[in-house]
């Protein structure tokens, strides 16, 4: 049972275009997300991330919205840059007992091209 | 700032043979992690660990065994290697909400 659903595995955008990548969870008790960026041969690295009290949390050119009652997510990327050509995984956490592990449940991924 | 460290990075071994991937970690976080990754799955947690000496499972822990005698190291052995446990694995630690992963090891059973 996919907790965590990405639905496009691949996206294409133009540079200098918006990124707009989607995540849907079905778990109602994920109170964090996170999405994280990788490159191939390297370890996925955190980009932002935005907690269940919110709607939207934004870092210069990334912004992550969440609709809970959707149970939806997305990141938006603003301009795009051929850098940001990489993996794009999102992520859920539920809720940690106290000093418990933050352990993530991860989608599948999304390859993002940003073409020039 | 080292981080995390992974070794071997590339591995190819046989069915039936043990093997240890290892993982090492700079920052003194209490949390580590291991990940495999794999087509259509995205990342699942093989085992954890919230300090030394105490480790439980996660997800995927089947023919997986882990150690972790000191903080900093976080072992993780298949101790009989099947075809299935060809995968990318990710060695990790958290601080507060944030997991942050190291580069991974390749590891292929042939």
């Known amino acids: 049972d996919q907790q965590v659903k990405q639905n496009s595995p691949s996206l294409s955008v133009q540079e200098g275009r918006i990124s707009i990548l989607n995540c849907d969870y079905t778990n109602s008790m994920f109170d964090y997300f996170l999405w994280y960026k990788k490159y191939p041969a390297e370890g996925p690295t955190f980009l932002i991330s935005i907690s269940s009290i919110k709607d939207k949390n934004e870092d210069g050119r990334f912004t992550v919205f969440l609709n809970k009652s959707a149970k939806h997510l997305s990141l938006h990327i603003v301009p795009s840059q051929p850098g940001d050509s990489a993996v794009y995984f999102c992520?859920?956490?539920?809720?940690?007992?106290?000093?418990?592990?933050?352990?993530?449940?991860f989608g599948q991924g999304t390859r993002l091209t940003i073409n020039p | 700032d080292a981080g995390i460290t992974q070794s071997p990075r590339y591995k190819i071994t046989e069915t039936g043979r043990q093997v240890t991937l290892m993982c090492h970690q700079t920052?003194?976080?209490?949390?580590m992690f291991w990940y495999r990754q794999d087509l259509g799955h995205g990342l699942r947690l093989i085992y954890y660990s919230a300090a030394a000496d105490i480790t439980d499972k996660g997800e995927v822990p089947d023919g997986y065994v882990v150690s972790r005698s000191k903080t900093e190291n976080f072992p993780l052995t298949l101790e009989s290697a099947t075809r299935s446990q060809t995968s990318v694995y990710f060695c990790a630690s958290s601080v507060g909400n944030t997991i942050y992963f190291g580069e991974g090891s390749w590891l292929t059973v042939v």
């Open positions: 920052w003194s976080h209490s949390y």
């Open positions: 992520a859920a956490a539920v809720p940690r007992r106290v000093q418990g592990a933050q352990k993530l449940v």
